[in-house]
Nanobody, 122 residues
């Protein structure tokens, strides 16, 4: 499974953006898919994750109620819908694949994308 993110860009505070993560490989629907981000001068942090079945999700407190993760296994794609964006959401966003159940730590993930930049202006 090799994730490739897209959809990043520049958006004003309060706006919305939807990131996509297309993953190659035939076993996509057996992986939990997570999103992480790394802001300037910050460590990589957990954003959210969706289970392999798509039936469960988990989010960081900082994005709960604003961000939504979904997946389309027919397209081998997972999405991150980001609403009510804030300047502090500015970061490189990474998609990753893990075999575990809703992992929230980066070392639980086996495959990572290259990241896509999201910049939120005030």
């Amino acid at each position: 499974v090799q994730p490739v993110e897209s959809g990043g860009g520049l958006v004003q505070a309060g706006g919305s953006l939807k990131l996509s993560c297309a993953a190659s490989g035939r076993a996509f629907n057996t992986y939990s898919m997570g999103w992480f981000r790394q802001g300037p001068g910050k460590e990589r942090e957990f954003v959210g994750v969706i289970s392999w079945s798509g039936g469960r999700t988990s989010y960081a407190d900082s994005v709960k109620g604003r961000f939504t993760i979904s997946r389309d296994d027919a397209k081998n794609t997972v999405y991150l819908q980001m609403n009510s964006l804030k300047p502090e959401d500015t970061a490189v966003y990474y998609c990753a694949a893990a075999k575990g159940s809703l992992p929230t730590v980066f070392y639980a993930y086996d495959y990572w994308g290259q990241g896509t930049q999201v910049t939120v202006s005030s």
